[in-house]
C-alpha cells in the first residue's frame, strides 16, 4: 500500500471542495470542547506577524469548531491567506481543462495498458463512477477522483475539509482572502509526470484500495493531525517518501520541495504590506527540515511554535 497516495489527497484536495457547503460546515457545534489539532506557528518581524496553521482537506464534523486560540488568530487578522480559494470555481473548472484532460482522439483506455484498464473499470465499478465520466480524464486525475471517493466511504469528506470551515468564518467576519497559488499552477504540478508515469501513478493508487489498507493508514493520518502530533505525521511522511514509487518521488521533488520556498517567499510578502496574517496550508508543508516555517526562519523571521 502505498501511502504517499493518502498524504497527496489531503494535502491537495482542496481544490476539489464543495464551496456549497461551507456554511453547513461553518455552523457545526459539535465538540463540547477543544483540543488542539494540526499545528500552529507564529511568525513575526518588525511588528509584522503571521499566523501558519496546518490543515487536511477532508474532514469529520467532529473537528468543529476549532480551538479557540485559531479562531482567535483568524478574528485577529487583516488578511486570510490560503493555497488556493476554493470558492473560485471557475478558476479550478479552467485549470482541470487544461492540465486533468486528455486530447481528442485520445482516451483513458488508449492511455494506459490492457491490464491496468481492466483494474480501473473494476475500481470505477466499486465506487458507482460510469466509465464515460471520466473517459476524457488524464490517468492521475481519475486516480485523484477515486481517492477522494474512497476517503469519503471511510467517512473523510472533503465538503468538511478545514478550508471550507475557515473560508466560512473569513466570509463571515469580512475577512479578505488571498491565495498563496493559483488552481492552474497547482494542478500543472501533474505535467510534470510523463505517460508512463501517470500509468504508474494510476496503478498505484488502484492499489492502494484495492488491498483495503487506505481505511486504517488514513485514518493513522487524521488521529495524528487531530491530536497535533506533527512529529507522528512526520514520522509517517518519512517512511513514505522512502519507498521507491513514482508517488513518493513526485510528493517529495514536486508537492513539497518545488512547492515550499514560493509559498515562503509569498507569505514574506503577505507580512510586508500587512501588519497580520492568517495562513492556513496543507500540514506537510509545516513540517520537515525545508517546510515552510524552517524556510522563514532562514530568512531572518523569528518563528515560534505554538503546538
Same mark, same amino acid.
Given at each position: 500500500?502505498?501511502?504517499?497516495?493518502?498524504v497527496i489527497?489531503?494535502?491537495?484536495?482542496?481544490?476539489?471542495?464543495? $464551496?456549497?457547503? $461551507?456554511? @453547513?460546515?461553518?455552523?457545526?457545534?459539535?465538540?463540547?470542547?477543544?483540543?488542539?489539532?494540526?499545528?500552529?506557528? @507564529?511568525?513575526?518581524?518588525?511588528?509584522?506577524?503571521?499566523?501558519?496553521?496546518?490543515?487536511?482537506?477532508?474532514?469529520?464534523?467532529?473537528?468543529?469548531?476549532?480551538?479557540?486560540?485559531?479562531?482567535? &488568530?483568524? &478574528?485577529?487578522?487583516?488578511?486570510?491567506?490560503?493555497?488556493?480559494?476554493?470558492?473560485?470555481?471557475?478558476?479550478?473548472?479552467?485549470?482541470?481543462?487544461?492540465?486533468?484532460?486528455?486530447?481528442?482522439?485520445?482516451?483513458?483506455?488508449?492511455?494506459?495498458?490492457?491490464?491496468?484498464?481492466?483494474?480501473?473499470?473494476?475500481?470505477?465499478?466499486?465506487?458507482?463512477?460510469?466509465?464515460?465520466a471520466?473517459?476524457?480524464? +488524464?490517468?492521475?486525475?481519475?486516480?485523484?477522483?477515486?481517492?477522494?471517493?474512497?476517503?469519503?466511504?471511510?467517512?473523510?469528506?472533503?465538503?468538511?475539509?478545514?478550508?471550507?470551515?475557515?473560508?466560512?468564518?473569513?466570509?463571515?467576519?469580512?475577512?479578505?482572502?488571498? $491565495?498563496?497559488?493559483?488552481?492552474?499552477? *497547482?494542478?500543472?504540478?501533474?505535467?510534470?509526470?510523463?505517460?508512463?508515469?501517470?500509468?504508474?501513478?494510476? @496503478?498505484?493508487?488502484?492499489? $492502494?484500495?484495492? *488491498?483495503g +489498507?487506505?481505511r486504517?493508514?488514513?485514518?493513522q493520518?487524521?488521529?495524528?493531525?487531530? @491530536?497535533?502530533?506533527?512529529?507522528?505525521?512526520?514520522?509517517?511522511?518519512? +517512511?513514505?517518501?522512502?519507498?521507491?514509487?513514482?508517488?513518493?518521488?513526485?510528493?517529495?521533488?514536486?508537492?513539497?520541495?518545488?512547492?515550499?520556498?514560493?509559498?515562503?517567499?509569498?507569505?514574506?510578502?503577505?507580512?510586508?504590506?500587512?501588519?497580520?496574517?492568517?495562513?492556513?496550508?496543507?500540514?506537510?508543508?509545516?513540517?520537515?527540515?525545508?517546510?515552510?516555517?524552517?524556510?522563514?526562519?532562514?530568512?531572518?523571521? +523569528?518563528?515560534?511554535?505554538?503546538?
Amino acid at each position: 500500500m502505498h501511502r504517499t497516495l493518502i498524504v497527496i489527497v489531503l494535502a491537495l484536495l482542496g481544490l476539489f471542495q464543495n $464551496s456549497a457547503w $461551507s456554511q @453547513r460546515v461553518a455552523d457545526l457545534k459539535v465538540r463540547d470542547q477543544a483540543v488542539n489539532r494540526g499545528t500552529l506557528f @507564529r511568525v513575526t518581524q518588525g511588528g509584522h506577524s503571521a499566523w501558519l496553521f496546518g490543515t487536511v482537506h477532508v474532514g469529520q464534523a467532529s473537528f468543529y469548531p476549532l480551538e479557540p486560540v485559531v479562531l482567535g &488568530a483568524l &478574528a485577529g487578522a487583516d488578511q486570510v491567506a490560503v493555497e488556493f480559494d476554493i470558492n473560485d470555481r471557475a478558476a479550478l473548472q479552467e485549470a482541470l481543462a487544461r492540465h486533468g484532460m486528455l486530447t481528442a482522439p485520445k482516451t483513458l483506455q488508449t492511455a494506459v495498458s490492457a491490464n491496468t484498464w481492466m483494474q480501473l473499470q473494476a475500481a470505477l465499478k466499486k465506487a458507482n463512477l460510469p466509465v464515460d465520466a471520466v473517459a476524457q480524464m +488524464k490517468p492521475w486525475t481519475v486516480s485523484t477522483i477515486l481517492l477522494a471517493l474512497a476517503l469519503e466511504q471511510h467517512g473523510f469528506a472533503r465538503e468538511q475539509g478545514i478550508e471550507v470551515y475557515l473560508l466560512a468564518q473569513a466570509a463571515k467576519l469580512g475577512k479578505p482572502v488571498v $491565495s498563496l497559488e493559483s488552481a492552474d499552477y *497547482q494542478l500543472g504540478l501533474f505535467d510534470q509526470l510523463d505517460d508512463k508515469q501517470q500509468e504508474v501513478f494510476l @496503478r498505484e493508487c488502484l492499489q $492502494s484500495i484495492t *488491498q483495503g +489498507k487506505l481505511r486504517q493508514q488514513s485514518q493513522q493520518v487524521m488521529d495524528a493531525w487531530g @491530536r497535533a502530533d506533527s512529529a507522528a505525521v512526520e514520522k509517517l511522511l518519512d +517512511k513514505e517518501l522512502a519507498e521507491h514509487t513514482v508517488t513518493a518521488d513526485f510528493t517529495k521533488r514536486v508537492l513539497l520541495a518545488q512547492r515550499n520556498p514560493p509559498m515562503s517567499a509569498s507569505i514574506a510578502q503577505l507580512m510586508e504590506n500587512q501588519a497580520s496574517v492568517f495562513v492556513a496550508i496543507g500540514m506537510l508543508h509545516l513540517i520537515g527540515a525545508d517546510s515552510v516555517p524552517k524556510l522563514l526562519e532562514r530568512r531572518g523571521y +523569528k518563528v515560534e511554535r505554538i503546538y
